[in-house]
């Protein structure tokens, strides 16, 4: 059960994840800019869970039903991107995982933290 990137890393691109990944599954995408996971190569190793600032990483069985296209958005995306295995600096105008949060609640929308963030 691989790892998805959800659409909470649109826009805000943090690397911490890549950094600490040890089978390079990242991967850098333009449209929209973010990171998705290759589902084939994640190994499940969690390591990446708890360094993404904004927390937009949830095991697969795990993706909150408001973030739930993102399973296939990965898979689909990640062949258009460049391979990212070192923290770089994030997006100019990065959201804080408040920010994220505040914006979820103001479209009504109830998600849960990742459990192992």
């Known amino acids: 059960m691989p790892h998805v990137v959800t659409g909470r890393c649109v826009d805000c691109r943090y690397t911490d994840c890549c950094a600490?990944?040890?089978?390079?599954?990242?991967?850098?995408?333009?449209?929209?800019?973010?990171?998705?996971?290759?589902?084939?190569?994640?190994?499940?190793?969690?390591?990446?869970?708890?360094?993404?600032?904004?927390?937009?990483?949830?095991?697969?069985?795990?993706?909150?039903?408001?973030?739930?296209?993102?399973t296939a958005k990965n898979e689909e995306l990640f062949g258009d991107g460049e391979q990212v295995s070192e923290k770089v600096d994030a997006l100019p105008g990065a959201k804080t995982l408040e920010q994220v949060q505040a914006e979820e609640k103001a479209k009504g929308l109830d998600v849960s933290e990742p459990r192992n963030a």
């Open 20 to 70: 600490v990944c040890p089978v390079d599954c990242f991967y850098q995408i333009e449209e929209p800019k973010m990171l998705v996971i290759d589902p084939d190569t994640c190994i499940d190793c969690q390591l990446c869970v708890p360094e993404c600032p904004v927390h937009a990483i949830y095991e697969d069985e795990e993706v909150p039903e408001a973030y739930a296209e993102w």
